[in-house]
C-alpha cells in the first residue's frame, strides 16, 4: 500500500490551494483517509478525514469552513481543497489511511494517529502573510 500527497507550495495569504493523495495498493473499499498536518516544533494534528463508507467527514475546527475533503473513487485519490490560507496554516501536509467499516463521525479515534496504519511522506505547505 503506497500514498503519494502532492499539491504543496509557497502561496500568499487568502489564497487557495489542492492537495492531493493518490492511493495505490487498495482494492476500493471501507476506509477512512485522513490528512494530518505538522507545523515545526509541533505535533501532528487532524486535520480532515473522510469515510468512504458512509462519506462521512471531520473537519478540525481551525479548519471548518475554509477546507473540503473529498474522495475520487474512480482514482482512488483523496483531495483536500484548501481556501482562505493563513500563515498558521503552513506546515507539512501528510495523508493516511486505514481500512474500517466503523463510522469516523463523531468518533474522536480517527482524530488520532493511531487509528491510521498507512501514511504518505508529506507535502510542503507555506503560507507567508
Known amino acids: 500500500v503506497q500514498l503519494e500527497e502532492s499539491g504543496g507550495a509557497l502561496v500568499q495569504a487568502g489564497e487557495s490551494l489542492t492537495l492531493s493523495c493518490a492511493i495505490s495498493?487498495?482494492?476500493?473499499?471501507?476506509?477512512?483517509i485522513a490528512w494530518f498536518r505538522q507545523a515545526p516544533g509541533k505535533e501532528r494534528e487532524a486535520v480532515s478525514s473522510?469515510?468512504?463508507?458512509?462519506?462521512?467527514?471531520f473537519y478540525a475546527d481551525s479548519v471548518k469552513g475554509r477546507f473540503t475533503i473529498s474522495i475520487d473513487s474512480a482514482r482512488f485519490s483523496v483531495s483536500l481543497q484548501m481556501n482562505a490560507l493563513k500563515p498558521e496554516d503552513t506546515a507539512v501536509y501528510y495523508c493516511?489511511?486505514?481500512?474500517?467499516?466503523?463510522?469516523?463521525?463523531?468518533?474522536?479515534?480517527?482524530?488520532?494517529?493511531?487509528?491510521?496504519?498507512?501514511w504518505g511522506q508529506g507535502t510542503q505547505v507555506t503560507v507567508s502573510s
Open positions: 473522510v469515510s468512504t463508507t458512509d462519506g462521512s467527514t
Open positions: 495498493g487498495f482494492v476500493f473499499g471501507h476506509y477512512a
Open positions: 493516511a489511511a486505514t481500512q474500517t467499516h466503523a463510522p469516523i463521525y463523531m468518533n474522536s479515534f480517527f482524530t488520532t494517529q493511531q487509528a491510521y496504519d498507512y
